[in-house]
C-alpha cells in the first residue's frame, strides 16, 4: 500500500493497557484509523469495540490479522501470547507494536527477531514508552555529550502499589509461567531498559529476591546489583509492596549528577541536577529548563475522570496531551512505517532488557553473580519455572 494512505490499526487485546494504545492512535486521525478489536472474553471485545466506535471485534485475534484493512497491529496482551501473536502478525505481513516485554523468554524474543530478520520490510517495534518521556531524553543527551563526566553509578528505586483488585485470583497475577516473573519483569523492566540506553551493555550482575506479602508465584521484591562494559556500577531495589507509586533513577558521574523521577498520577518524569562547581550546575540546569521543561501542573486522577465521562457524554473519548505515556512513541513509530527507518526500539534493543531480567532471576535462583551476554545455554533461557523457584526455596 503507498506511505500516503491512512493506516487501518488492529487491537489484540482489550485490557487496560489497550486503552492507552488506542488514545495515543487517535491523536492521528490524518495518519491512522481503529479498525478491530480482539480479545479472549467476547464481552471485554464488544465493549473496547463500542468505546472505540471500531469496525469489528474478534475473540480470536487470528480474524483480525485476517482482514485487509488491518495494515498495524498493537499486542497487549499477558506476556506468554506475545510471541505467537507476534509471529503470526508477521506471517500475515503486518506492521507489529507489542507491549514490553517482547516476550516471556528469550527463546521466544529470538523466535520473533528471526522472523523480523526474514520479513525486513515490516517494523516490529517493543513498545518502552519512558525513552521518549521529555526528561528521560535530556538525561540521554547529557550522558551523550558528556554533560555529566564518566559515569560511575546509578541508583534505581521502583516503588508500586497496586489495588487488591489486580491480584484477582483468576488472573493469577506476576505469574512464572504468564508474566514470566514478578516485580522485575512486570514493573522494573521499564527501568532497566532505560538504564541500558543510558550506561550500555551490562556485563555482570547480582540478584536477591523473596514473595513477602502479594499473592503471587513470581517475587513481589527484588534487588540486585549491576556492573556495566564501561566499568559502571549500577543498583536496583523495587517492590510491590510499596504504600505509593514511584519510581527514580540517579546518574552520578565525576562531575555532576542527574536525578529522574516519577510519583503517580503523573504521566511525564520530573529532573533535578547537581554539582559540587555551582557554574556546573547552572549551566545543567540551564540545559533542563530549555531542553525538557517542566509539564503545567496536571490534572489529578478524579479530574481526568471527569474529563473522560463528560467527553464520553459528548460522544468521543477524551485525548490527553500529545506528550504524555504512548503517544510519542506511536508518532515515532508511525513515522518509522511511513519512512521505512528504523523503528524505536526494535526487537534486538527489547531484547537487552529482556535478557538483562533473565540475567538478575538466574542470579538470585543459584546464588551467584552471572556473566552477560546469555545463550541458549542458560538455566533461564526458555524461561523460569515454578518448580524452580520451589526448589532454591528448599520447599
Not at 96 to 124: G, M, Q, T, Y
Not at 166 to 172: I, V
Not at 355 to 371: D, K, M, N
Amino acid at each position: 500500500m503507498s506511505t500516503s494512505e491512512i493506516l487501518g490499526v488492529g487491537l489484540i487485546g482489550a485490557g487496560g493497557i489497550m486503552h492507552r494504545h488506542a488514545l495515543a492512535y487517535l491523536r492521528f486521525p490524518d495518519r491512522v484509523r481503529l479498525v478491530a478489536v480482539s480479545d479472549i472474553d467476547p464481552a471485554r471485545a464488544q465493549a473496547a469495540r463500542n468505546s472505540f466506535r471500531m469496525q469489528a471485534a474478534y475473540e480470536d485475534y487470528r480474524d483480525l490479522l485476517a482482514r485487509d484493512d488491518v495494515h498495524v497491529v498493537s499486542v497487549c496482551t499477558r506476556p506468554d501470547t506475545h510471541a505467537a501473536a507476534v509471529l503470526d502478525a508477521i506471517d500475515a505481513g503486518k506492521h507489529v507494536l507489542v507491549e514490553k516485554p517482547l516476550a516471556r523468554s528469550l527463546a521466544e524474543a529470538d523466535d520473533i527477531i528471526a522472523a523480523c530478520d526474514r520479513n525486513p520490510e515490516l517494523r516490529v517495534s517493543c513498545l518502552y514508552q519512558w525513552r521518549f518521556d521529555r526528561a528521560v531524553q535530556f538525561a540521554s543527551r547529557s550522558v551523550e555529550q558528556d554533560r555529566l563526566g564518566r559515569p560511575l553509578l546509578a541508583d534505581v528505586h521502583l516503588r508500586a502499589s497496586p489495588a487488591p483488585a489486580y491480584y484477582d485470583a483468576g488472573a493469577r497475577r506476576e505469574s512464572w509461567g504468564l508474566d514470566g516473573g514478578g516485580v522485575l519483569i512486570v514493573y522494573a523492566i521499564h527501568q532497566l531498559d532505560l538504564l541500558i540506553s543510558l550506561l550500555g551493555n551490562p556485563v555482570e550482575v547480582s540478584g536477591q529476591m523473596d514473595t513477602f506479602v502479594r499473592p503471587t508465584e513470581g517475587e513481589d521484591t527484588l534487588t540486585a546489583w549491576i556492573r556495566f562494559e564501561s566499568g559502571a556500577l549500577a543498583t536496583l531495589s523495587c517492590t510491590a509492596c510499596a504504600h505509593e507509586g514511584r519510581f527514580s533513577i540517579e546518574l552520578v558521574g565525576e562531575e555532576a549528577s542527574l536525578r529522574l523521577s516519577w510519583e503517580r498520577p503523573a504521566s511525564t518524569c520530573r529532573w533535578d541536577v547537581h554539582a559540587s562547581r555551582g557554574t556546573k550546575r547552572r549551566e545543567l540546569a540551564a540545559l533542563g529548563r530549555r531542553e525538557a521543561p517542566r509539564p503545567r501542573l496536571e490534572p489529578g486522577r478524579y479530574t481526568r475522570r471527569a474529563l473522560e465521562i463528560l467527553h464520553r457524554v459528548r460522544g468521543r473519548p477524551w485525548l490527553p496531551p500529545r506528550h504524555w505515556w504512548h503517544t510519542p512513541y506511536v508518532s515515532q513509530y508511525l513515522d518509522a512505517i511511513e519512512s521505512g527507518a528504523e523503528v524505536p526500539v526494535p526487537p534486538r534493543e527489547a531484547r537487552r532488557s529482556l535478557e538483562l531480567v533473565a540475567a538478575i532471576y538466574q542470579s538470585a535462583l543459584t546464588g551467584s553473580p552471572v556473566r552477560l551476554p546469555l545463550d541458549a545455554g542458560s538455566p533461564v533461557y526458555r524461561g523460569v519455572e515454578a518448580r524452580e523457584i520451589q526448589m532454591a526455596r528448599g520447599a
